[in-house]
């Protein structure tokens, strides 16, 4: 009776952000404890990477991107064949135990000073394909054990736990650098990231329990019951999905429409940045201070907005939102390329990103089947990703060689802002129809 009794406690407490069932209170704090650990994990190591990758040299940023694309490249084949031969409960777990692996293993090869050039490079190689790699497989398990109609009121709210950790992480780096000596922070990232693998335990449970046919559909119809099968098929299923959907391949046009904007943004910023402020520690402040801002304003928009902005103007709407004030955005830095408008662009975008774009583009999956959930976004979400970073960076890089200046680069942004608007509203009514038709499309 006293657990019932707190149960109804808690689920009243969040119905004040969250249109949250009985059934769901459980699963909806499990997910948000495992976004907030990842995150967390990451924005305690993020800042060393972006200062590491200024200290490598703005001019040769490209490369770092291309190295991550190519480091992408390896990781998807070797995902699929662990997802095609365990089944989830067991292959997420995998996942997230490789990169505390690695993150050991730069705990050996850093010392307390100065990491060398070459570890360096290679942290921030690995640091930009651990972001993407175990966000992905995160929203894809999200994905995978809500249902449309859940995502669509819960979402928001999860993701809300990721900004927690990001800014928790960028916290807990300030109080404990000092005693504890940046690398030994390595150590607190590892910790967390194991808790997500207690999380992601949790939530199996959870799905078995509460199987899809417990869950209603848009329309009211009940699907097929969620067990726990191998997804099957080739390590390069991710690649044929894609190829033959046309809806896999807007989101991917949609993603790297996404990914050249923000690494053009990310250039300009370090450019910006760099010329503004002579001292290394000067620069790993601005860029925390720039953390902390946006996952602050985020972190306000999912709570109280996300979930709310769907419901009131439809997912087509939502998805087209941030392009068009990146468009905005852009036109702005045309006229006055100078650091407080870049920083307030920047935390535009990346609240927006994360508070809005995110969670809305994420529902895209929902209504996929299990291997296009977990193999077609992942490829999407890293290589993909990563593809449009490298591409864009030596875009960029040619641009500024041919000495256009950061004024021209904003501008020729402008359209292309415009065009991921326009892809990413014709996606959302395509999601619309998709979720009439199949309500929960799903292998069993």
């Known amino acids: 009776m006293a657990i019932y009794q707190k149960q109804s406690r808690i689920h009243g407490l969040l119905l004040k952000s969250v249109q949250v069932e009985p059934a769901e209170v459980t699963a909806l704090l499990w997910s948000f404890s495992y976004f907030f650990a990842l995150l967390c994990a990451y924005y305690i190591v993020r800042p060393m990477r972006d200062e590491m990758g200024i200290l490598g040299g703005v001019e040769n940023l490209q490369w770092l991107f291309t190295g991550t694309l190519i480091a992408m490249g390896a990781a998807v084949p070797l995902f699929g064949w662990v997802s095609s031969r365990f089944p989830r409960r067991r292959f997420l777990p995998y996942v997230y135990g490789f990169f505390i692996l690695v993150m050991l293993l730069f705990y050996l090869l850093m010392d307390e000073q100065r990491a060398s050039p070459a570890v360096a490079r290679a942290f921030f190689i690995w640091a930009s394909v651990f972001n993407l790699f175990v966000v992905s497989v995160f929203w894809s398990f999200m994905a995978d054990i809500y249902s449309n109609r859940q995502a669509r009121r819960l979402f928001g709210f999860i993701a809300a736990g990721g900004t927690v950790g990001a800014l928790a992480g960028p916290a807990l780096t300030t109080l404990l650098v000092q005693p504890l000596g940046a690398r030994n922070l390595l150590l607190v990232s590892a910790l967390l990231l194991s808790w997500a693998i207690i999380c992601i335990a949790r939530l199996s449970a959870w799905s078995e329990a509460h199987p899809a046919d417990d869950r209603t559909a848009d329309d ?225």
């Open 220 to 444: 009211g119809t009940t699907t097929a019951a969620a067990d726990d099968p191998l997804l099957g098929g080739s390590i390069w299923a991710g690649i044929t999905l894609v190829v033959r959907s046309p809806y896999l391949l807007g989101i991917c046009l949609l993603m790297l429409l996404f990914t050249t904007l923000a690494t053009f943004l990310y250039l300009m910023q370090a450019q910006i940045v760099r010329d503004a402020f002579g001292d290394s520690a000067q620069r790993t402040a601005v860029f925390a201070a720039i953390d902390l801002a946006v996952n602050g304003l985020t972190l306000m928009l999912q709570l109280f907005l996300t979930s709310r902005l769907i419901k009131w103007f439809g997912l087509a709407v939502v998805l087209s939102l941030v392009p068009l004030l990146l468009a905005a955005g852009f036109a702005l830095l045309g006229l006055a390329p100078v650091l407080l408008v870049l920083l307030l662009v920047q935390i535009i975008r990346r609240a927006g990103n994360y508070a809005i774009m995110r969670p809305a583009r994420e529902m895209l999956y929902v209504v996929l089947t299990r291997e296009e959930k977990y193999k077609a976004k992942n490829l999407i979400d890293t290589v993909v990703y990563r593809s449009g970073d490298a591409l864009s960076a030596w875009v960029y890089a040619g641009m500024r060689s041919l000495g256009m200046s950061l004024t021209g680069v904003a501008l020729v942004a402008v359209p292309l802002a415009l065009l991921w608007a326009w892809i990413a509203f014709g996606l959302g009514r395509q999601q619309v129809k998709l979720a009439a038709a199949r309500p929960r499309m799903e292998e069993v």
